[in-house]
């Protein structure tokens, strides 16, 4: 099960959440799953502020400044365009608010280091919704390999897939460096995808070659400046060596992460849209794990919240990574809870993974 934060001994944790789209409705279900209240929401005008926060149901709208001078408010969620999530973040932290900061948690490395510093200084919380980590099959995957049973890391085989960009109609803010920083697709799920490759194997990315592709110079009259794939050939510590594709143009893929991870005993491929199952390979036989609290390690066990046979997906998978949240306010250290630490780990392979493409070299990843 996932930790109970509603008996923390620091009362109800009340969020404020800035921007109002997709993840924002996001982060106030999964607030409220915690045991939280969304108090206040905030979004680039009061009038679209207000009416975000009528359709979710939020006590009552304001302007970013106000949200961030709030007294009422334990714990900021930075939901906006990227560019401006670095500078939100700080200001939440200078005034003492704990933080969630969408990815990127910030378009440089540079600032992903000013991030961390301040809140280590100001002893505030900060995470980042790296949550594909809380699907209690990605668990079992990590479980398995942490304890020897796939056997010596040889190789990976991963990617992330969508097709939202397919076509040279479809706009969003991302296309612009401006609003998205200088990495699109990359930042956007190829960090997901690093995070997870980290998280599950217990290896980092010590060397990188990639290359990016831009489809389209123009998107509805939009300028693109960003890119729409990126291919990357990693070395992992243990010099396995692993291929990831990312690209927002892949037709009938809609948030295809595939994880596959092959070992010297056997292989496991964790598929998100297929979030309920582990598949693992073996040179004699090969079989499907299903998702079973009863028969699952600790660790992927406590966040399941339903009973085998009753699907869980995205949302719990994000309602977990909340309830560890305010656990950690509370001053518990949740087992694998993304921090601004992995943040920066992001911004950094983001990072040398354009200047990889941009000089044709392999670079190397600092630990």
């Avoid at 932290?93 to 440089?108: D, Q, R, S």
């Avoid at 897939?161 to 609003?179: G, I, K, N, P």
């Avoid at 997906?313 to 949740?334: R, S």
Wanted: charge should be negative; hydrophobic fraction near 45%.
């Amino acid at each position: 099960m996932t930790t109970d934060v509603t008996d923390t001994g620091v009362g109800t944790i009340r969020s404020g959440i800035l921007g109002g789209g997709f993840m924002a409705r996001v982060h106030r279900a999964a607030v409220r799953n915690a045991g939280g209240e969304v108090t206040s929401l905030a979004t680039s005008s009061l009038s679209s502020a207000e009416r975000v926060a009528r359709s979710l149901g939020v006590e009552r709208a304001q302007s970013a400044p106000d949200l961030l001078a709030d007294p009422g408010i334990d714990l900021v969620h930075v939901c906006t365009p990227n560019a401006t999530h670095a500078q939100l973040a700080l200001a939440a932290i200078a005034a003492g608010k704990h933080v969630v900061c969408e990815k990127p948690l910030a378009t440089t490395p540079a600032d992903a280091d000013l991030l961390v510093e301040a809140a280590a200084r100001e002893g505030v919380v900060g995470a980042v919704p790296f949550v594909y980590r809380y699907h209690p099959m990605v668990r079992e995957a990590r479980a398995r390999v942490l304890a020897g049973q796939a056997g010596a890391l040889l190789s990976l085989d991963c990617g992330y897939l969508q097709d939202w960009m397919l076509h040279e109609s479809d706009d969003d803010w991302r296309v612009q460096s401006a609003t998205a920083g200088d990495s699109r697709a990359f930042a956007d799920i190829g960090s997901h995808l690093c995070d997870l490759i980290e998280f599950v194997t217990g290896e980092r990315i010590m060397r990188l070659t990639a290359r990016t592709r831009r489809v389209f110079q123009d998107r509805g009259g939009n300028t693109v400046d960003t890119e729409d794939i990126a291919a990357v050939l990693v070395e992992m510590e243990s010099g396995a060596l692993g291929s990831l594709l990312v690209s927002q143009m892949a037709p009938g893929r809609k948030n295809a992460l595939t994880l596959e991870i092959h070992g010297s005993r056997e292989t496991l491929r964790f598929e998100q849209e297929r979030p309920e199952e582990l598949w693992l390979g073996g040179r004699e036989s090969s079989a499907l794990l299903l998702r079973d609290p009863a028969t699952a390690s600790a660790d992927s066990a406590r966040l399941q919240t339903l009973p085998a046979g009753h699907a869980m997906g995205y949302q719990d998978a994000f309602n977990g990574f909340m309830a560890d949240v305010h656990a950690a306010i509370a001053g518990a250290e949740p087992e694998g809870l993304p921090t601004f630490a992995d943040g920066r780990r992001a911004a950094i392979i983001t990072d040398l993974v354009l200047q990889s493409a941009s000089t044709n070299s392999w670079i190397e990843v600092p630990v």
